[in-house]
């Protein structure tokens, strides 16, 4: 069969007779299956009954033979817009009136689909001014967003029902545009972005980009038909490509329209789909709830991070109700950078960590600021130098250096440093025996030296038992002043070298430490450690 060229709007009037008076579909899925696409959506729609009329005109009297399939239904079409049978009211959800308002379960439901805590609201009048009230809700800043669209996988179900109602009559098939529904009939997603996606950037004096940072979450639920395409997936294949969560919502919302399922559907041969689901199917009692979430995608910030004074934890640490250390880094920064970004949460990533009580020195430790649905947009630049000054100010012993907006990739670099990059340490030692010239010597000559770390008993509770092997690069060592037994010692290691262990041997599981490359009897003890570089540039 040869595709007809559709340039203008319903070129297969007979088509459309069929689809609205029929089935009683809207005329937006009237244009889909007539493989319409572009701005013709966005036009205030016609009445299904005005489009009757038109079309009844037209085709004179000849189809007027064809009822209208009414089971099931007491209104009349011709006097009120019901719900579209194919699309559940999806592409009429901005044609005024009332949309339905979901119970509380219906909301729990999609609440807890969407796996994430941000609330959906419910929008119940059918405009796009209501749909871009519920986005201006969340108090974005933003020039440019996307539609991310959920619609019921029923609708797919039921697209596919009226191909091959259509098809059955052998006079309708070179009104036909092509060979398959999932191919030649316009997807209802698209559909819905040119209906909706320009009128809701005008309202809210934005434009459409589909990288845009800010998503418009718009999902249509339609509990009713929620068991509708399970067939599809066969009787034994629960839980496999099923995506059913399971959770405390009393309402099932059934599989959400995707490439999968319209697959599974046009694969099915007529007879059989014809056992499982009604051609053409029937209009719902009610058109499906619509939901609107605007987000921000994550942003980041970054930079490197200095620690000056001890007795700072990385990120809050409490035991038992009671913190320990003055402060922590991630909260310092965040103190300075979130309320600039108003944000949901943050999460504090660095390339390493270094305990409470070890100061990080030289030119920091990269870390970012992972920011979960900022309201406000990305400050400029000299916003983050201020808000470094005023934590390099603030005395608390934390100093901030190249703090800027990052983006998503520094994430893998700094994942990379923590596992790769190597570190250069000072750490204050006391050794058993006196620190002669022939110790110095010792260490200084010293490279490549291979450690056996069994796991601290430190850190024994969060790591896994087992036998690490580092390598230490190179070491110096100069005297302490009027302390014959004290040395400065400077290492460069292998990232994840524990080096308290290496000095004070942790009672024999890191061999060789400090003691025994110097031949002295006792194990050596450690009084202070700085991190002096983490060797690695990232931004
Ligand atoms: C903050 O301190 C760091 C050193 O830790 C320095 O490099 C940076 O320039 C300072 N920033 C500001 C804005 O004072
Ligand atoms: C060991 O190296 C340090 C740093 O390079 C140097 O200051 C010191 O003089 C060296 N000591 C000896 C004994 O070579
Ligand atoms: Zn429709």
Redesign the pocket.
């Known amino acids: 069969m040869e595709h007809v060229p559709t340039s203008t709007p319903c070129t297969c009037r007979f088509l459309c007779w069929r689809l609205v008076v029929a089935v009683q579909a809207c005329a937006r899925c009237c244009l889909r299956f007539a493989g319409e696409s572009g701005d013709i959506y966005a036009a205030p729609a016609p009445e299904c009954g005005a489009l009757k009329a038109a079309l009844s005109a037209t085709n004179g009297n000849a189809q007027a033979s064809e009822p209208p399939i009414t089971e099931g239904r007491a209104d009349n079409a011709d006097t009120k817009t019901e719900a579209c049978p194919v699309c559940l009211g999806v592409l009429q959800c901005m044609d005024s009136g009332a949309l339905p308002s979901p119970s509380s379960d219906v909301t729990t439901a999609v609440q807890h689909a969407s796996g994430n805590p941000q609330p959906w609201i419910p929008v119940t009048t059918a405009s796009i001014a209501a749909i871009a009230e519920a986005v201006k809700q969340e108090d974005h800043e933003f020039d440019s967003f996307w539609l991310d669209i959920s619609l019921p996988g029923s609708t797919q179900v039921r697209q596919q029902a009226v191909w091959h109602w259509l098809r059955r009559d052998a006079a309708a098939a070179p009104a036909l545009p092509g060979h398959s529904p999932s191919v030649d009939v316009t997807d209802l997603k698209a559909a819905l972005r040119h209906t909706l996606g320009e009128p809701l950037a005008q309202q809210l004096c934005s434009r459409q980009d589909p990288d845009a940072e800010l998503r418009i979450g718009l999902t249509f639920a339609h509990p009713a038909t929620a068991a509708e395409a399970d067939f599809l997936f066969g009787s034994n294949s629960k839980g496999r490509g099923a995506k059913r969560k399971r959770g405390p919502a009393h309402v099932q919302l059934g599989r959400s329209a995707s490439d999968a399922l319209a697959q599974a559907a046009a694969k099915m041969l007529e007879a059989k789909f014809g056992e499982e689901v009604r051609i053409p199917p029937l209009p719902p009692a009610q058109p499906a709830f619509v939901f609107v979430r605007a987000k921000r995608e994550a942003v980041y910030v970054g930079g490197y991070y200095r620690k000056l004074q001890r007795d700072i934890s990385h990120s809050p640490f409490i035991i038992d109700g009671v913190r320990l250390g003055r402060t922590s880094i991630q909260e310092e920064l965040e103190r300075v950078v979130l309320p600039h970004l108003r944000c949901d949460s943050s999460k504090f990533i660095s390339a390493g960590r270094e305990d409470m009580d070890v100061r990080m020195l030289g030119s920091g430790r990269p870390f970012v600021l992972e920011i979960a649905n900022a309201r406000a947009r990305m400050p400029p630049p000299e916003c983050f130098d201020s808000m470094a000054a005023s934590l390099n100010e603030s005395g608390v012993g934390v100093e901030v250096r190249k703090l800027q907006p990052v983006n998503r990739d520094t994430l893998k670099l700094i994942k990379a440093g923590e596992q790769e990059k190597q570190k250069s340490y000072l750490a204050t030692c006391r050794l058993p025996c006196l620190v002669t010239?022939d110790v110095?010597?010792k260490i200084?000559a010293t490279e490549n030296l291979v450690l056996q770390q069994r796991t601290p008993t430190r850190v024994e509770h969060r790591r896994a038992m087992l036998v690490r092997q580092k390598t230490i690069y190179s070491m110096?060592?100069?005297p302490v002043p009027d302390d014959s037994h004290g040395l400065m010692l400077?290492l460069r290691t292998q990232a994840g070298t524990y080096i308290k262990e290496f000095v004070h041997s942790d009672e024999g599981r890191t061999t060789p430490h400090l003691s025994s490359i110097l031949g002295c009897q006792e194990p050596a003890k450690i009084l202070d450690l700085d991190v002096l570089e983490v060797h690695m540039d990232f931004v």
Do not use: F, I
Request: proline fraction near 12%; charge should be neutral.
């Open positions: 010239p110095l010597d200084n110096s060592a100069t400077r």
